[in-house]
């Protein structure tokens, strides 16, 4: 059975959506952990993408050159811990002691590792076109 990460960013209301480039609005999402392609850190941010995981699925949209994004969560953590929480992630997800469903909730400020603050989620709609040669 594969794991599922929920992310409960803010309370689902009336003004919550299924899909924004920006996060704005996107509640709670869950996706699978096998469904993580990377995780990548900038200063306080930690940013996990999920491939297969929009709206849309298959192949190019439009051409061979017009993608869509990947869906990503954004993970704010304590200043100087990034590493510390990209460690504990890939532990958290691919490490075999964790089954079902692992919750991260900024509603009720709980989450399953240490150092993370706040959470946005992206589920992008908007294409981008790639040149080639």
């Known amino acids: 059975m594969d794991k599922y990460v929920i992310f409960h960013a803010s309370g689902v209301d009336s003004n919550s959506v299924t899909t924004a480039d920006d ?7 869950s996706f699978p952990a096998s469904a993580i392609s990377s995780i990548v850190a900038v200063e306080d941010t930690v940013i996990i993408y999920f491939r297969d995981a929009g709206i849309l699925e298959g192949g190019p949209v439009g051409s061979a ?26 532990k958290l997800f691919f490490g075999s002691h964790v089954s079902g469903q692992i919750l ?21 709609l908007t294409t ?5 040669d």
């Open 23 to 29: 996060g704005t609005n996107i509640d709670l999402a």
């Open 65 to 90: 050159t017009e993608l869509l994004e990947q869906s990503v969560v954004r993970l704010t953590v304590a200043e100087g811990k990034e590493i510390d929480v990209v460690k504990d992630l890939t």
């Open 104 to 124: 991260f909730d900024a509603v009720n400020d709980s989450w399953p590792i240490d150092n993370v603050t706040a959470i946005q989620i992206r589920r992008h």
């Open 128 to 132: 981008h076109t790639i040149a080639s």
